[in-house]
């Protein structure tokens, strides 16, 4: 419950590294102990209930957020219940879907995180506010857009993939429920996803300055820099 406000208050750089690296760290010390011991029926169905409440409290409070960081992290506290559904399942197949997750889940969360960090620059802050770039610098709308698809489990794209592995697994250990409220709340997020990039192209393109977006195509370039090189120092100290 306390993410949202952590991403909101911090600095871009701090929100990402607590976006990735936890989760890094947790699902490998879970795997870990997974390859040395296995838990029974009873404990798997606590798993199956763990990886359902992140699912249905991250769809569904995105749906209600103005700002820009915070349907982010709402949607990777929604991802921490697709990756436990992997972990969940007992199985190889569970395993390989949990680690192809956390890889694709990283990658997008530090291209939104980048994108998210050259906007801040321009003043836009909440979602309402990202008709701006479109109407001064189209690159710079589209790039957003591109990286926000995934987000939104676009098919054929990496976010889609991610949770068809993931669902597949469960489907194949018989966790049907899971798989389930997996589609429901991914066609959810889907939706508050979305909102980004329809934000983009759908509002009143308000113009900024010309200082504040002439640049904006380096400021991405810089801020995707910056946040690659933060997040791998990070994770490496981890």
């Not at 979602?127 to 054929?156: E, K, Q």
């Not at 889609?160 to 997996?182: Q, V």
Request: net charge positive; aromatic share 10%; proline share 5%.
């Amino acid at each position: 419950m306390w993410a949202p406000d952590i991403y909101e208050g911090s600095p871009t750089l701090v929100a990402a590294f607590f976006s990735i690296a936890p989760k890094i760290s947790i699902f490998a010390n879970m795997l870990r102990v997974s390859i040395h011991s296995f838990y029974g029926t009873t404990l798997q169905q606590i798993f199956f209930l763990r990886s359902i409440a992140p699912m249905i409290l991250g769809a569904l409070a995105a749906m209600a957020q103005t700002k820009v960081k915070r349907p982010l992290a709402h949607s990777s506290v929604g991802h921490v219940g697709y990756l436990r559904t992997g972990f969940s399942c007992g199985t190889m197949g569970g395993i390989q879907s949990l680690l192809i997750g956390i890889f694709i889940h990283v990658s997008m969360t530090i291209n939104a995180s980048a994108i998210v960090l050259a906007l801040r620059q321009t003043r836009v802050k909440y979602i309402a506010d990202l008709g701006a770039p479109a109407g001064t610098n189209p690159i710079s709308a589209i790039i957003f857009s591109i990286t926000m698809f995934p987000y939104a489990g676009i098919p054929p794209l990496a976010g889609f993939r991610s949770k068809f592995y993931l669902f597949s697994a469960a489907l194949g250990c018989g966790a049907y429920l899971l798989a389930l409220m997996g589609v429901v709340t991914s066609v959810i997020g889907r939706w508050a996803a979305g909102r980004l990039p329809e934000s983009v192209w759908g509002t009143d393109r308000r113009q900024l300055s010309v200082h504040r977006t002439r640049s904006l195509p380096n400021k991405l370039r810089h801020g995707w820099e910056r946040m690659l090189r933060k997040v791998l120092k990070g994770i490496t100290f981890t």
